[in-house]
């Protein structure tokens, strides 16, 4: 499993860029949720269960444009 990097650029699978703001603890059930932020549409914060945000998935799925191994993968050379 990854290992996340906060402040750091992600791409998802379908090919979108994403900035990692921080990770936060839900209230109710503790599970640990990733904050982050589409790098073209920075103004809607989104947050994801962090265990789903390093998923591993179907390299062979319909959608996976970039065949990426992971739900979401670090980059270096974004910004």
Same mark, same amino acid.
């Given at each position: 499993? *990854?290992?996340?990097? &906060?402040?750091?650029? /992600?791409?998802?699978? !379908?090919?979108? #860029? /994403?900035?990692? %703001?921080?990770?936060?603890?839900? =209230?109710?059930?503790? %599970? $640990? +949720?990733?904050? /982050?932020? !589409?790098? =073209? @549409? ?8 962090? !265990?789903?945000?390093?998923? !591993?998935?179907?390299? @062979?799925?319909?959608? @996976? &444009?970039? %065949? *990426?191994? #992971?739900?979401?993968?670090?980059? $270096?050379?974004? +910004?």
């Amino acid at each position: 499993m *990854q290992e996340l990097k &906060i402040k750091s650029v /992600y791409r998802h699978f !379908k090919g979108n #860029y /994403y900035f990692v %703001e921080n990770v936060a603890k839900s =209230s109710e059930t503790m %599970e $640990e +949720l990733v904050t /982050y932020r !589409k790098l =073209s @549409n920075p103004e809607i914060l989104w947050v994801r269960p962090l !265990k789903m945000f390093l998923e !591993k998935i179907d390299k @062979n799925r319909e959608d @996976n &444009i970039t %065949e *990426q191994e #992971y739900r979401f993968e670090l980059v $270096e050379d974004v +910004l």
